[in-house]
């Protein structure tokens, strides 16, 4: 049921409120009325006298221009429902050939010629455009009030007197008061800019039983979003449920602005109304609305390009971007919406056993690799460079002045993936971190470190109090992994184990890093493990426990003439 | 209980201290002697900027403008006894009002003690931005939208305070290679920044963050980063009688200006302030304030610079970033547009 009319059969009326900017507002008025509209005009009580006279006056030479009787206007309340009914009846006596009526604020902007609105109205000439959804299903509200805004008593400013609102709120929900819904209502929350048709919005203002739809909705909280919204289904015929202004909203409930810049996006919208507007904003003030067509377009809007900007710059204030730490965004633990903001790889122990793995996996896979990064004596970059990505420094004093920051600053400045070597010797603030962050691939060959310990030729009492500092530390760590709030990718083998088929654990690290697991084939050059079995059983019998190295036989069968 | 304790004895000494912070400001305001007082001519909804200044003539002229065309409508300086014909350019722009001061600056707190009294003199009720000679403000959509805009929104966020991290600029290759000539934009020299590393704290008893690192602590600070100087800044505030500055702008008093930032993984709007320090000029003034010992804990900074001076310091570095916009600081994550979009 289209119903499409001639355009010259539409007759648009506008109610438009208006309570600071009244300059502005003017000239809005005068836009519609050259476009062919009638406009009402209700302006706030409060506003002061000089500047309402000014605007009467500058006026005064548009007949189709009317003012309504003044009602103090406070956010929020009944008292916007009652200008507008004051203004649409205004309108409706004063002209009786309206066929169609738009609520518009001063700030609103026509983004197009009004004939393109009386076009697109005549396309559609029965429909009801007013944003109206059932209060189960809206969840846009703010302060997560949507079905308590009918129920509930709001005498409190929600502005004004927060705590006292947010109090009386809580008080009502723990006595589970309820008010009284009026028969034959069915609640409806939406945007409070509409366009009706003279059929509807006479019905709703001439409603039998609207003195008692006014109490009601008296009482009820920010009701301009719900009044015509819930009537509107009452009356209408055809309910075409969205706006035709553009409106929105972030999180906070704050209408977006828009200013200069904007107006590309404004232009390609297609949309007819835009608020906000900067009030000084005066590009979008000159070039909008364009000059009127010959041919007026019907065509319908497409604000999904802004849309979607207005939705990444929501989703920018509440989500932020993951891994980012900087001077307005410092998430407290846990609620950091990703740790870091790209995969990257810790390979611990490998270092240890192969002296040259770094140039080798290096050549083997797309990444960064780097030494030991948070190696005690400062930061080992790859091909060991003062600098790393990001202007990083390679001083050690710098990098754990906040190492949360180092880490996640390094990974977000670089495009490629980020590998490097860690070690019980490494300091070990960010296993935690590391460990629940679900970006941190995790390759442990445990008891590794002793590889070095073997062939270090310190004296033996040395070798074994640091054998055991770093027994701790790897413990520790091992812990941390296999913690059940472990969210990074882990892969575990003892020395024992990688030392029966290191290509094998070698090729299935290539694999999980993007390389060719062939290329694990050519080895690098590995130390020389012989003698560990021997060099761990003197760690036992000075009363150290080796826990992490796998088995190793005793006696090294090809080498068995050693040991003391 | 004792939560509460705690919360209360810190409400407390917070108070207490802000207090004294403006009984000092308004103790020393005799130490100011004005040389050209149009403040009647701050309108309502002007922006104002404060400054303090000691021998800086040579970047005057860019800086005034480059705030004239932000959207700064009245200046407020306090010049801190230059030497060098700064005072005298300065008495004579319409839309700058300047007080003399010979009083030493370190016992001023660093110059904080007379601004404070002047943004309570004359900055209740304006949007209100402190800044150094040579620190230039930088904000999402700056190149579009005036600084009023950001003001308005700021007012409609319910926001009361706008970060500012500092940004040091530093030009490639040495100091001496490109002298600055007056009037000219500092940053067609000092054209480079150090995109990723700093650290960041929170300060728990101010609430504040604590950024260092930067240019200065990879050059002068590498082996003691405690020391290096903070980069975290709040030098736009919508003042009122009883706000203070408490540590240069970095922080401020009542807590609750100080955060500037989100906890729960959202982005707040948030800008730079580009430190136009690294030029020509930057040698012979570390060499007087050293002399002066008017800075911060006995200068060390100063003391830093010098030293690492002598060696011909080379700030660039191959990972150093050119700057071109604030789309591109918004991208490093260096500023945010937050839901200012």
């Not at chain 2, 926001?159 to 530093?170: P, Q, T």
Request: glycine share 6%; proline share 5%; with cysteine.
């Amino acid at each position: 049921m289209n119903a499409a009319v001639p355009i010259e059969d539409i007759r648009l009326g506008v109610v438009m409120l208006c309570h600071n900017e009244l300059a502005i507002a003017a000239r809005m008025a005068r836009i519609w009325v050259e476009g062919g509209a009638a406009v009402a005009v209700h302006v706030d009580a409060k506003t002061r006298g000089p500047d309402v006279t000014e605007m009467r006056d500058g006026l005064a030479d548009l007949p189709q221009v009317v003012f309504s009787r003044r009602h103090v206007c406070e956010w929020g309340t009944f008292s916007l429902v009652r200008a507008t009914q004051d203004a649409a009846e205004l309108l409706l006596e004063k002209f009786p050939d309206v066929t169609h009526v738009i609520l518009v604020s001063g700030a609103c902007l026509t983004l197009r010629p009004v004939s393109d609105l009386c076009a697109y109205l005549a396309r559609y000439s029965q429909r009801d455009f007013i944003e109206s959804v059932t209060v189960e299903d809206v969840g846009w509200t703010v302060g997560g009030l949507n079905e308590e805004r009918f129920t509930l008593r709001f005498p409190f400013s929600f502005r004004r007197q927060r705590k006292l609102f947010d109090r009386y709120v809580a008080l009502q929900r723990r006595v589970k008061f309820k008010r009284r819904i009026p028969a034959g209502l069915v609640p409806h929350l939406g945007s409070q800019w509409w366009c009706l048709t003279r059929r509807t919005l006479d019905a709703i203002l001439n409603d039998p039983r609207r003195a008692e739809f006014d109490r009601y909705f008296r009482r009820v909280w920010i009701p301009d979003e719900s009044y015509f919204q819930t009537l509107a289904r009452r009356h209408s015929l055809q309910i075409e449920s969205r706006s035709l202004t553009l409106s929105k909203f972030d999180d906070q409930g704050k209408p977006y602005i828009f200013y200069d810049d904007h107006l590309l996006l404004l232009r390609e919208s297609g949309c007819f109304l835009a608020r906000k507007i900067w009030p000084r904003a005066g590009r979008l003030y000159d070039r909008l609305p364009p000059p009127a067509h010959d041919a007026p377009s019907a065509a319908e809007p497409t604000p999904e390009r802004l849309d979607r900007i207005i939705a990444q710059a929501v989703a920018r204030r509440r989500l932020g971007r993951p891994g980012l730490y900087m001077q307005s965004r410092f998430p407290l633990k846990d609620r950091e919406n990703g740790k870091t903001s790209a995969p990257y790889a810790v390979m611990l122990g490998f270092a240890d056993i192969f002296p040259d793995f770094e140039p080798w996996l290096a050549e083997r896979i797309d990444a960064d690799v780097h030494g030991h990064l948070f190696a005690r004596h400062g930061v080992e970059f790859a091909g060991r460079a003062l600098t790393g990505p990001g202007a990083l420094s390679n001083s050690a004093a710098l990098r754990d002045l906040d190492p949360r920051s180092f880490l996640a600053n390094l990974i977000r400045i670089s495009w490629r993936m980020q590998v490097w070597q860690h070690s019980p010797r490494d300091a070990q603030q960010l296993n935690w971190f590391m460990a629940t962050d679900r970006n941190a691939r995790i390759y442990v060959v445990t008891g590794a470190w002793a590889v070095p310990l073997l062939h270090s030729g310190m004296p033996f009492d040395d070798i074994r109090r640091v054998a055991a500092d770093l027994q701790r530390i790897e413990l520790a760590q091992i812990n941390i992994l296999r913690s059940v709030w472990l969210k990074a990718r882990t892969q575990i083998w003892d020395l024992g184990d990688f030392c029966a088929r290191p290509s094998g654990v070698l090729g299935a690290v290539l694999r999980d890093l993007g390389g060719d697991p062939d290329a694990a084939a050519d080895m690098p050059q590995m130390r020389d493990l012989a003698g560990m079995g021997r060099f761990l059983q003197r760690l036992r019998n000075a009363g150290l426990r080796p826990q992490l190295m796998g088995e190793f036989p005793v006696v090294d069968p090809t080498r068995s003439h050693e040991g003391s | 209980m004792l939560r509460l304790f705690r919360f209360y004895r810190r409400q407390f000494r917070l108070r207490a201290r802000r207090q004294w912070l403006l009984a000092r400001a308004i103790r020393r305001r005799r130490a100011l002697a004005a040389v050209a007082d149009r403040t009647a001519a701050i309108r309502p909804d002007d922006i104002l900027l404060f400054m303090v200044m000691r021998n800086e003539a040579v970047r005057l002229p860019y800086f005034l403008d480059y705030y004239r065309n932000m959207g700064i409508r009245h200046f407020l300086v306090v010049d801190n006894g230059s030497e060098d014909g700064g005072r005298d350019y300065l008495r004579t722009q319409p839309d700058v009002s300047l007080w003399l001061t010979r009083a030493s600056y370190k016992e001023s707190r660093f110059g904080m003690d007379w601004l404070n009294w002047l943004l309570r003199k004359h900055g209740s009720g304006h949007w209100c931005l402190t800044v150094d000679p040579d620190e230039f403000l930088i904000y999402p959509h700056c190149d579009t939208r005036p600084l009023l805009a950001l003001t308005d929104w700021l007012d409609a966020s319910a926001a009361r305070s706008f970060s500012a991290m500092l940004l040091d600029m530093y030009p490639k290759g040495s100091l001496h290679e490109q002298p600055y000539r007056s009037g000219q934009n500092p940053f067609e020299i000092a054209r480079w920044f150090d995109p990723a590393n700093y650290s960041i704290r929170k300060n728990g008893a101010y609430g504040n963050l604590w950024i260092q690192g930067g240019v200065r602590g990879r050059v002068f600070f590498h082996d003691d980063p405690e020391n290096g100087p903070a980069l975290n800044k709040i030098p736009l505030v919508r003042w009122e009688r009883w706000y203070a500055y408490a540590s240069s702008t970095h922080m401020l008093l009542p807590r609750s200006l100080n955060l500037v930032y989100d906890e729960d993984g959202g982005e707040k709007a948030s800008g730079c302030l580009l430190h136009a320090k690294f030029l020509s000029t930057f040698v012979e003034k570390s060499a007087e304030e050293l002399t002066r010992r008017q800075h911060y804990a006995d200068s060390h900074e100063y003391k830093a610079y010098h030293d690492a001076l002598q060696g011909g310091p080379e700030f660039w570095c191959e990972h150093s970033c050119e700057l071109h916009d604030w789309h591109q600081l918004e991208e490093l994550g260096l500023i945010s547009t937050g839901n200012w979009a």
